[in-house]
């Protein structure tokens, strides 16, 4: 699967879980350690951790495992590593607090199907 498929793949399924406001993003020419950021977040911390644990679940149904994932626990923000996709998962305060979106401003953003929300 190319790296834009899984991508797409990732946001699909955290948008069974009604993830909030997912942005997909280019980053491979501007970084060397992935090729997708996507970024999303939850109401609460509990709907978040629900996101990522479905996302390992599915993503693994797919083949897939995450090579790294981190900030499970608390789930204000998880960082989910696929290699060629890095899937950020925020609490929506936190989200706006460490604004990543306005940090990779120069990075194309890749149009997301709203039908799947």
Known sequence: MNPLDKALLCVNIILERKALDPVLFKVAKLTSIT???LIA?????RQVQAIAQHLQRRMKEEGFTA???EGEKDGHWILLDY???VIHLFYQPIREFYDLEGLWVEAPRIEID???E
């Open 35 to 37: 090729d997708y950021f």
């Open 41 to 45: 977040s939850g109401k609460s911390s």
């Open 67 to 69: 090579f790294g994932i």
């Open 83 to 85: 290699s060629d996709i």
């Open 114 to 116: 709203k039908k799947a």
